[in-house]
C-alpha cells in the first residue's frame, strides 16, 4: 500500500553524528527543520562507537590544508560545547588529555621528532619531546622499551552521548527524526521531487544530504555518480583494569594502536582497519591482535578484563579525505561522507558549513579540496 507524502524542505539521509550535526546547524543558524531518515536508531553504526579522540595528527601526517580544517573542527568543539549541551540538556563529557605517542626504534624517534617541529610551527600546537627516563617517570603505563617520545594536549568526548547530544538539540529546534530504509530518490530533470523509502511512502522534498557513511557510496548511483570510498572496518576493545589499578590519566597511541581512558570510566583498546565490505561483525582475531599491540605499548593491561568488543564501518574515500559538497549536475543535493577515523573531530564544522550551502549556496568554510569532481581519473558517471 502506498502511504500519503510527507513533506521536507531538507531531507537528511543518515542519522549518524555528521546527518545530526547538519540538522541542528540548519534549524539553529537558518531556521530550517530538516528530517533526518535513518534506518535503524541513531548513532547506531560508526559515531556511536568511534572511540571520541580529538587529535590533529591522527595516524600519520594529513597535507597543511586539512590539518588547518581539522585544528578548526576541534576549535569548535572547544566554542560550542556549552551551548550544546545548554540546549541538548546532555552532557557528553568533553574535556582535555594528554596524549602520549612513543618511539621504540631510531627510525621513529627522528619521524616523531620532524613531526613535532611541524606540529609546533605550523600548527602551533605544543609538543614536547621526553626521553626514555622522563616519559618513564611520568607516564609509568608505558612499555620499559621505549626509546622516548611526544606529549600534547588533546581533547576528548564521549562519541554516543555527543550524537544523541547533537540529535536532541536539534529536536529541540524543530528537527524531526523518522525511522526509514530509503531506497532511492524521485526526480524531474536534475531537481530531486522526493526520497523513497522502502514501505513505499515518500518524503517529498527538492534538497536531499547523503550523510549515512558508507552506504552513501550505494545512495550516490541514485544521482548517477559512483565515489571512490570503501567501509573501513574498526574494531575496539574494551576492557577494565584490575581493581588495585587506576587508570591513566593520558592516552598512548602507536600507529594504529591505542590506550584511551574514557571520561566515563572505560578504558578503550583499539583498533583495526580492514577493507571487508560491510560486514560489521566482531571477530576474536581483531580482539587478539588489538591485546597484543595494546600490551606491548601498555604491559600494565597483561590482567584487564575484556568486558566487550565493538566494531563499525567507516566512510574512507581512496584519499583519505571527505566528500562534502554538492552532487555534480544536481540542484539542492549534497554529499556529507568519507570523513574516515575524522567523523567525530570534523562533525560539527562538516554540518556548519553543509548547513551554510544548503541555505545560502555558500560557506565562509572553504570545502572546495573535499569536492568529488576532484577524482578527475575516474569514471564519474554510471552508464
Not at 12 to 18: E, K, L
Not at 133 to 158: A, C, F, M
Not at 348 to 357: E, R, S, V, W, Y
Request: net charge negative.
Amino acid at each position: 500500500m502506498h502511504l500519503s507524502k510527507t513533506n521536507a524542505d531538507v531531507v537528511i539521509i543518515g542519522g549518524g553524528v555528521i546527518g545530526c550535526s547538519i540538522a541542528y546547524f540548519l534549524a539553529k543558524n537558518h531556521g530550517i527543520r530538516a528530517i533526518i531518515l535513518e534506518r535503524d536508531a541513531v548513532a547506531s553504526a560508526a559515531s556511536g562507537s568511534a572511540a571520541g579522540e580529538l587529535a590533529a595528527l591522527g595516524r600519520r601526517q594529513y597535507s597543511d590544508d586539512f590539518s588547518k580544517f581539522i585544528l578548526a573542527g576541534i576549535q569548535m568543539h572547544g566554542d560550542l560545547y556549552e551551548e550544546i549541551v545548554q540546549i541538548s540538556g546532555i552532557d557528553y563529557l568533553l574535556s582535555d588529555i594528554e596524549q602520549v605517542r612513543p618511539a621504540f626504534t631510531s627510525v621513529e624517534v627522528s619521524e616523531l621528532k620532524e613531526q613535532m617541529v611541524w606540529q609546533n610551527s605550523f600548527l602551533g600546537l605544543e609538543a614536547e619531546w621526553l626521553k626514555t627516563t622522563d616519559l618513564r617517570s611520568d607516564y609509568p603505563w608505558i612499555s620499559h622499551n621505549v626509546l622516548g617520545g611526544v606529549v600534547t594536549l588533546e581533547k576528548q568526548l564521549e562519541s554516543y552521548a555527543f550524537c544523541i547530544a547533537l540529535l536532541q538539540a536539534g529536536e529541540t529546534l524543530g528537527v524531526r527524526l523518522k525511522t526509514a530504509n530509503v531506497v532511492g530518490v524521485a526526480s524531474e530533470g536534475n531537481v530531486v521531487t522526493g526520497v523513497k523509502i522502502s514501505d513505499g511512502g515518500m518524503v517529498g522534498t527538492n534538497c536531499v544530504v547523503l550523510a549515512n557513511g558508507p552506504w552513501a557510496s550505494i545512495g550516490a548511483e541514485w544521482f548517477g555518480h559512483a565515489i571512490p570510498m570503501i567501509p573501513l572496518k574498526g574494531q575496539i576493545v574494551h576492557t577494565a583494569t584490575a581493581s588495585d589499578l587506576d587508570l591513566p590519566r593520558y592516552s598512548i597511541f602507536h600507529n594504529s594502536a591505542y590506550v584511551l581512558p574514557k571520561p566515563g570510566g572505560d578504558l578503550l583498546l583499539g583498533t583495526t582497519d580492514e577493507d571487508v565490505g560491510f560486514n560489521n561483525t566482531p571477530t576474536e582475531d581483531a580482539k587478539n591482535l588489538i591485546m597484543e599491540a595494546a600490551l606491548r605499548l601498555a604491559p600494565s593491561l597483561l590482567d584487564a578484563e575484556v568486558r566487550y568488543i565493538t566494531a563499525c564501518l567507516r566512510a574512507y574515500s581512496s584519499d583519505g579525505l571527505p566528500i562534502l559538497g554538492k552532487i555534480p549536475g544536481w540542484e539542492g543535493s549534497y554529499f556529507a561522507t568519507g570523513h574516515g577515523h575524522k567523523g567525530i573531530t570534523l562533525a560539527l564544522i562538516t554540518g556548519n558549513a553543509i548547513a551554510d550551502h544548503v541555505a545560502n549556496g555558500e560557506s565562509q568554510i572553504d570545502l572546495k579540496n573535499f569536492a568529488l569532481t576532484r577524482f578527475q581519473n575516474l569514471q564519474e558517471n554510471i552508464t
